[in-house]
């Protein structure tokens, strides 16, 4: 009896089916959404059945019978990725695809390097990544979306491991003139008097405002932002302090102002900077690899764009 599906077809399904639209999902994995249309168009022929429902207004919705088929389609390609890795295996390569997801805090600010690296001694990898805050994160690392990711040890549940690389501990960012640019060290009783800008985001803004639970205070947060470009900016313009867990090469926001990094003594723990990966899921020779890469720039204090 022939095939009635390629892989590829069944890639397409499950982009739509979590996206919920054909032209979402086209952007997503960047094809074009007629390719897309057509190979699910393909798929529901082959099979005989109707996997999504067609409005206009709510975009593809999946059928019952559609539901039923994107467990099994994501149970069929994480049996192809296993066939991938045992030919890997027997072959000595490490190749097909990658899909790692970035915490938004730091991608631009380590990942680039690290993929070219990785991309350098393993030209057959297919890379992507995707950027997202820790709840995405969880959220695609659950769903199989993504094979890894690069994030905090924030909010980690018993179905996550995590490999810690680095630990990060807290600095306060002040521009060059604010009035306490000049102090070797802070406490977050120095900072309450002083307004705050908050990186606010999933889980890390409740690690930040934890810096000051021991006081039984709130910061005075005069800008929130969900962008750290956004935050490095305000801070240097004198919009207010801010709170890093990235002591950076650069000393500057995107605009060329100046930015000073002054450690803040607290008895609440560092972040930790590591890979995250679902307990259960099956390591592969492609995926290990890729560990393997981030620890040995991690074990040589070699993480792009952190001072050593």
Partial sequence: MPLRFTLRQLEYFIAVGEAGSIALASEKVNVTAPSMSSAIAQLEAGFGVQLFTRRHAQGSVLTPTGERFLEQARVVLANAAELNDLANIYTGS????????????????????????????????????????????????????????????????????????????????????????????????????????????PHSSDYFLSLFRALGQRPRIAERTSEIAVQRALVANGFGFGISNMRTVSEHAMDGKALKFIPLQTEVAPLHLGIALPRSAHVSRTIQAFIDHCHEAADADRLPGLVP
Avoid: W
């Fill in 94 to 201: 490490v190749r097909g695809p990658l899909r790692v997801g970035c915490l938004k805090t730091f991608v631009q600010l380590m990942v680039p390097q690290l993929r070219r690296g990785f991309e350098d001694k393993h030209a057959n990898v297919e890379f992507s990544q995707v950027d997202l805050d820790q709840a995405q994160i969880f959220e695609a690392l659950g769903a199989a979306r993504i094979d890894v990711a690069l994030t905090y040890d924030l909010s980690l549940n018993s179905d996550i491991d995590f490999q810690p690389l680095r630990a990060l501990p807290p600095y306060v960012m002040v521009a060059s003139d604010h009035p306490l640019a000049g102090r070797r060290e802070l406490g977050a009783a120095d900072l309450v008097d002083h307004v705050m800008v908050l990186l606010d985001m």
